[in-house]
């Protein structure tokens, strides 16, 4: 019998402990420890230590430390530490008003109870090709903050990723801080998800930014997850609707260059071809919907 699949309440595993309450605190305990794992929600880590894909020697909470918890306006975007709870960012004014892909992206996120003890960071971390708040963060061309031992490093979002739960991240270097740039004038967003069920991961989901100019398409971002190893931008459908007139043709155009940029693969929760095909309409959805918004300014 597995105790894994008969009790999940028992983390099977012994480690060392930190709760530090201090950035400093905490560069002083990554100094002197090895191979240490970071605790922030735990929705994703603790479900992982209870089936043993994870064991860890040392698990380093960051729950204390105020400076990477907040939500910020500054004169160059929106910041928020990595720390952050989704359900504050979710209840956040400002995100919803300024930020409205970030908003829906970080609502389809679980379920409330989630929301409420994931953070930011930790969905960002985790790397899952379908996390719901990596395509909005893509098209709004976010910039994340890093700290380690070795000092602070600045990584667009979109160089972030680098396959299924892995990220550039270094040994002992954490997420601190996500910046997103203030959104240009005459532009909109979109966020559209796909799951078996409201709470489940994405089969597919797709952001979209569109910044319009004398009636064409100035600008376009178009994000994806659950349909490549990690959240991905669709280039080639970008640079084709650049400078087009807003058509129905074009638009079509832009999902069916969509569906030949992603690599999907068949799991439990879809088929490759499935999400190829669906791929096309909701391009063509959010679309229809960053136009509209950014047609209302």
Known sequence: MDINKVNTKIL?????????????????????????????GGTDLL??????????????????????????EKEDGLHIGAVTKLRAIEKSDVVRE???????????IG?????????????????SPAADSAPPLMVLNAELKTIGVEGERRIP??????GPGKTVLKSKELLAEIKVPYLPPNSGT???????????IAKINVAVMVRLENGRIGECRI????????????????????????????????????????RPITDIRSTAEYRREVSKVLTYDALRIAIREASKE
């Open 223 to 262: 994000a994806l997850g659950a349909v490549a190893p990690t959240p991905m931008r669709a280039r080639k459908a970008e640079e084709f609707l650049t400078g087009k007139e807003v058509t129905d043709e074009n638009l079509r155009r832009a999902g069916e260059i969509v569906s030949k940029e992603i």
């Open 157 to 162: 979002i979109n160089e972030f990723f680098v």
């Open 190 to 200: 979109s966020f559209i998800k796909i799951a078996r069920t409201s709470m489940d």
């Open 111 to 127: 379920s409330v109870q989630i929301r409420n003890m994931g953070t930011i960071g930790g969905n960002l971390c985790n790397a």
């Open 47 to 72: 479900v992982k230590m209870k089936q043993r894909i994870v064991e860890p020697k040392v698990v380093v909470s960051l729950n204390r430390i105020s400076e990477l918890s907040f939500i910020e």
């Open 12 to 40: 099977p595993v012994s480690f060392d402990y930190y709760a530090p309450s201090s950035i400093e605190e905490l560069l002083s305990i990554l100094k002197r420890e090895e191979e240490v794992v970071f605790l922030a």
């Open 98 to 108: 300024k930020f409205p892909v970030l908003y829906w992206g970080v609502r389809a």
